[in-house]
C-alpha cells in the first residue's frame, strides 16, 4: 500500500522557518523522482522542490530557490522540505509525491506534477502570517 504522510506544517511569522517531512510507506524511494508542491486556495498545484534519488540531482522553483533545501532518509524512507526565511506567499498546503519508471527528468516532476502524478495525500498545511 503505497502512502505518503506529510507532517510539520504550522503556522509561523514572516521570515520563520519550518521542516516538513514525508513517511512514504509501500515502496522505496530509491530510483525515484521525489518532490514537494504545493496548493493555495484558487491556484493550481505547483512543484516547489523536486529530487532524483538516482543522481541526487535537485530543482527548485525560482520563487523558493535559495530558501528552501529538500532531502532524503534513505533509512527511514522519509522526504523532508526545510523552508526558511517564509514569506506570505509561501501559504498553501503542501504535497509530496512520487515517480518511479519511464524516462522523465527531476524538473518534469516539478513542472507538471498533476499530468505525472496520479496519487495525492492529505498533505499539511503552512501559514506564513503576521
Known amino acids: 500500500q503505497l502512502q505518503f504522510v506529510e507532517s510539520g506544517g504550522g503556522s509561523v511569522q514572516p521570515g520563520g522557518s519550518l521542516r516538513l517531512s514525508c513517511a512514504v510507506s509501500?515502496?522505496?524511494?530509491?530510483?525515484?523522482?521525489v518532490g514537494w508542491f504545493r496548493q493555495a486556495p484558487g491556484k493550481e498545484r505547483e512543484g516547489v522542490s523536486c529530487l532524483s534519488t538516482s543522481d541526487g540531482i535537485g530543482y527548485y522553483a525560482k520563487s523558493v530557490k535559495d530558501r528552501f533545501t529538500i532531502s532524503r532518509d534513505s533509512a527511514k524512507n522519509t522526504v523532508y522540505l526545510q523552508m526558511n526565511s517564509l514569506k506570505p506567499e509561501d501559504t498553501a498546503t503542501y504535497y509530496c509525491?512520487?515517480?518511479?519508471?519511464?524516462?522523465?527528468?527531476?524538473?518534469?516532476?516539478?513542472?507538471?506534477?498533476?499530468?505525472?502524478?496520479?496519487?495525492w495525500g492529505r498533505g499539511t498545511q503552512v501559514t506564513v502570517s503576521s
Open positions: 509525491a512520487a515517480r518511479w519508471g519511464g524516462f522523465l527528468q527531476v524538473q518534469d516532476l516539478c513542472r507538471s506534477p498533476d499530468r505525472i502524478i496520479g496519487y
Open positions: 509501500g515502496r522505496t524511494l530509491n530510483g525515484s523522482l
